[in-house]
């Protein structure tokens, strides 16, 4: 039984920052390239940074790129989303998602095996 529960959340003024933690279980945490998506009201659930599982490959999206970073923990089974200098267009409920694809697809919804259940962001002006 794979779950995965994102925390951290919350809100916050523009130019702060948050981290949100992913806590998995259920499945072999090392072997598992790990996602982090967004999605706001009316929008399409977006990609926003992933971290691999062999060396460690980082990718982001152009949005956040330079602002947030994903790292992981395999002691702890736990991913992070460290965001900094946030402003408004980053309010979204942010989504954790693990994948164990051999392709490279990190960017693509369908790449990713499980999802968490989100938890909220929001950054006011």
């Known amino acids: 039984q794979v779950q995965l529960v994102e925390s951290g959340g919350g809100l916050v003024q523009a130019g702060g920052s948050l981290r949100l933690s992913c806590a998995a279980s259920?499945?072999?945490?090392?072997?598992?390239?790990m996602g982090w998506f967004r999605q706001a009201p009316g929008e399409e659930r977006e990609f926003v940074a992933a971290i691999m599982w062999s060396a460690g490959s980082t990718y982001y999206a152009n949005s956040v790129k330079g602002r947030f970073t994903i790292s992981r923990d395999n002691a702890k089974n736990t991913v992070y989303l460290q965001m900094n200098r946030l402003v408004p267009e980053d309010t979204a409920v942010y989504y954790c998602?693990?994948?164990?694809?051999?392709?490279?697809?990190?960017?693509?919804?369908?790449?990713?095996?499980?999802w968490g259940q989100g938890t909220q962001v929001t950054v006011s002006s």
């Open positions: 998602a693990a994948a164990n694809s051999s392709s490279r697809d990190y960017y693509r919804r369908e790449w990713y095996s499980y």
């Open positions: 259920g499945l072999s945490f090392t072997w598992y390239n």
